[in-house]
């Protein structure tokens, strides 16, 4: 579900936003909306008194004209973004397809998670079917009821619940996920190690995470270690899902993220409304955001209010994110977590940029003049995570190997980047799992049954086509 | 095998079409986008042609032939790379020894074939030429089956285990397989840059058409 949201001039002219919420949603062609924004202000400025109501009218009018030179921009700045999203997903799947490729314990079969009690191991080729279908119905029916939970306590604001559980979910996340996955590299690689200084690495790299994910800290470290938790869980999820259980539930999150977030009763489209309604940010920890610049063109309305609203709903909802999480650390609850945490980002006219701005101390001398492609997009986590799931499945499991991976990677890539060209054409919050993962699981299927054999043939007798 | 042999076929592989990629898509994210996902984005192109297309249709030929290749290559390449990495020794059995580096040269070639054939393909649904595109369909089948030829010189059963090491065992020397099928592919290979070149260079700014592109781009 993510949604790409990437701007936020929508709090650059407080006016404005209230009259057009449907449209800036979600929208990563922040050129074209600022141009838009900017001929309004010049309107405005004209004509002082006819600030709401002339707007809808200059704007249509706008809109009209600055089609044709939007679709040219839209073009390339709707490219640029999706190419910041391209590094960050294939850098997840590369870790995620390395690991499973080196590390022997993420294919080990050592039991499975209380989400998914029926076991696959069944003498009929039925009773395992009906198995996995029953495995991949708890999941999410799991997922649905903490996605509701979330909703209902974000709707009534306890705040500090949602605080204290994304807390201690990232906490778990960044310490025992990460002391377990070092203790089986190393393991794996037959390194001798001391437990103090294991203790002060873990340590160290826990910390600093904490800080860099819900407080300030460098953009790309942050980058980095949001995309080492996606990879982490992802690898959980590897190893403790089953196999036709793992594809199903693929599948199924795919259409619940569809009906989520396209659904006028969806709790994921509520959730994000229900954040836009009060102006505040969703969940900014858990979304994986590429640039930190917007948040100078905040700064325009009343910054120093804006960025202590934002801040401390900021932590709020930050909070909410990793109790989420923490409660399904075995597993499959982060799911709804982070889906919501992706619909929040939908909202996202503040969230991270205005938190991010009030720690990067940017300067607020530079606002108008902030160039429009600086601003990023944001993709949920959990998006990473369920791609990463995909290509990991199908690097562990596929008797294709390496080509099954590389069709299944280069599947999901092209499924985000339809996805991106869908948020540029409808400039709203757009579920992104259901083509990616449609496309993977295509292609891992037809590629592990069709192709392979064929390419296996074609090597073996050295014949090119 | 070693880690020479792993890096070393990788290099001849991929390394022309890696670096035809780093200095001439890489930079460009729309390249990028087409590099990976083809003609799925033409639409998108053609929103935007107003009279100041971000991309030139030849820039397309190419980027899409070159990621076609990228994919073909990297789909008959890859196995064969990790094999490499792994236990082994080549041809242990009376097959020719240097599998791995005529598979690596192979790939080469036929990254740079996509390549071509994509410039030329585009080039003629672009102007009608349908010889062109005869062309194109033509050598590829020619040299596809150029393997073929090879494989089947000695008639042995090919079914079976034994039937398929017996048809390794009699395959041509090494300086046949290369005239009969890695000289032929590189000799179509040149022909059809010679041709891709004549239909004009990818890189060309389509100046005269969009003034404004240069400067909008950067």
């Known amino acids: ?465 | 095998m070693t880690l020479a042999v792993f890096f070393g076929c990788s290099f001849i592989a991929f390394g022309p079409a890696l670096g035809l990629c780093l200095f001439s898509v890489v930079r460009e994210p729309l390249r990028v986008i087409i590099l990976v996902a083809g003609k799925a984005i033409e639409g998108l192109v053609a929103l935007s042609e107003d009279g100041c297309s971000p991309i030139s249709i030849q820039q397309m030929a190419y980027v899409a032939g070159l990621g076609f290749g990228l994919m073909s290559g990297a789909f008959s390449m890859i196995n064969l790379l990790a094999d490499a990495l792994g236990p082994g020794t080549v041809g242990i059995h009376g097959d020719s020894q240097l599998y791995f580096l005529t598979s690596a040269f192979m790939t080469m070639v036929m990254i740079f074939l996509h390549t071509f054939w994509g410039i030329l393909f585009f080039h003629g649904c672009e102007t009608q030429r349908w010889w062109e595109m005869v062309a194109v369909i033509f050598t590829h089948l020619i040299v596809s089956g150029l393997g073929s030829r090879v494989r089947q010189a000695p008639s042995q059963d090919p079914e079976g285990p034994s039937g398929a090491l017996s048809l390794s065992c009699s395959l041509p020397a090494l300086p046949a397989l290369w005239c009969c099928q890695l000289g032929p592919t590189v000799a179509f290979s040149a022909i059809s840059f010679l041709f891709s070149v004549i239909g004009g260079p990818p890189f060309v700014p389509a100046g005269g058409r969009c003034p404004g592109a240069p400067a909008a781009r950067e």
Not at chain 1, 175 to 204: C, H, P, Q, R
Not at chain 1, 277 to 294: D, G, K, Q, V
Not at chain 1, 420 to 441: D, H
């Open chain 1, 1 to 465: 579900m993510t949604e790409l949201s990437a701007h936020l001039p929508q709090f650059q002219h407080g006016q404005l936003t209230e009259n057009f919420p449907d449209n800036h949603l979600c929208n990563t062609n922040d050129n074209s909306e600022r141009r838009r924004h900017d001929n309004s202000e010049r309107r405005r400025n004209d004509n002082p008194e006819s600030e709401t109501n002339g707007q809808p009218q200059n704007r249509t009018q706008q809109v009209v004209e600055q089609d044709e030179e939007d679709e040219e921009l839209t073009l390339k700045y709707g490219a640029k973004h999706v190419i910041m999203l391209f590094a960050p997903v294939t850098l997840c799947m590369v870790v995620v397809v390395a690991t499973i490729k080196s590390v022997s314990f993420y294919t080990r079969k050592d039991g499975q998670l209380i989400y998914t009690p029926f076991t696959e191991d069944t003498d009929t080729v039925g009773q395992r079917a009906l198995n996995s279908i029953l495995n991949a119905a708890i999941m999410i029916s799991v997922i649905i009821v903490m996605t509701i939970l979330l909703v209902v306590l974000y709707k009534y604001r306890c705040y500090k619940v949602i605080h204290g559980w994304l807390i201690i979910s990232s906490l778990l996340l960044l310490f025992f996920f990460s002391f377990i996955y070092l203790g089986e590299v190393f393991k794996t690689y037959n390194v001798a190690m001391d437990y103090i200084t294991l203790a002060l690495m873990i340590w160290n790299f826990g910390v600093v995470g904490m800080i860099c994910i819900h407080w300030k800290g460098p953009l790309r470290l942050q980058q980095a270690y949001l995309i080492m938790i996606s990879a982490l869980m992802a690898l959980v999820f590897i190893k403790y899902l089953p196999e036709w259980t793992a594809w199903l539930i693929l599948a199924v999150i795919s259409v619940y993220d569809l009906v989520a977030v396209l659904c006028p009763k969806g709790p994921l489209r509520m959730l994000v409304e229900t954040a836009q309604e009060r102006n505040e940010t969703l969940f900014p920890a858990l979304i994986y955001s590429s640039t930190m610049m917007w948040l100078v063109n905040m700064a325009e309305e009343d910054p120093e209010a804006q960025r202590k609203a934002s801040k401390s709903s900021t932590y709020d909802k930050q909070a909410n994110q990793i109790q989420n999480e923490d409660a399904d650390l075995d597993d499959g609850g982060f799911n709804p977590e982070w889906e919501q945490q992706r619909d929040s980002r939908i909202g996202p006219l503040e969230s991270t940029p205005e938190s991010r701005a009030a720690v990067q101390a940017l300067p607020s001398n530079s606002q108008a003049s902030e160039d429009p492609e600086e601003r990023g997009v944001k993709l949920g986590l959990g998006d990473f995570i369920f791609y990463s799931v995909l290509v990991g499945k199908a690097s562990a499991t596929a008797s294709g190997d390496w080509n099954t991976t590389l069709a299944c990677f280069v599947a999901i890539l092209i499924g985000l980047c339809l996805t991106l060209l869908l948020l540029a054409i409808f400039k709203k919050a757009l579920p992104a799992l259901p083509i990616s993962i449609t496309f993977g699981l295509v292609f891992y299927f037809a590629t592990d049954n069709l192709v392979q054999p064929f390419m296996d043939q074609l090597a073996f007798h050295q014949f090119y086509i």
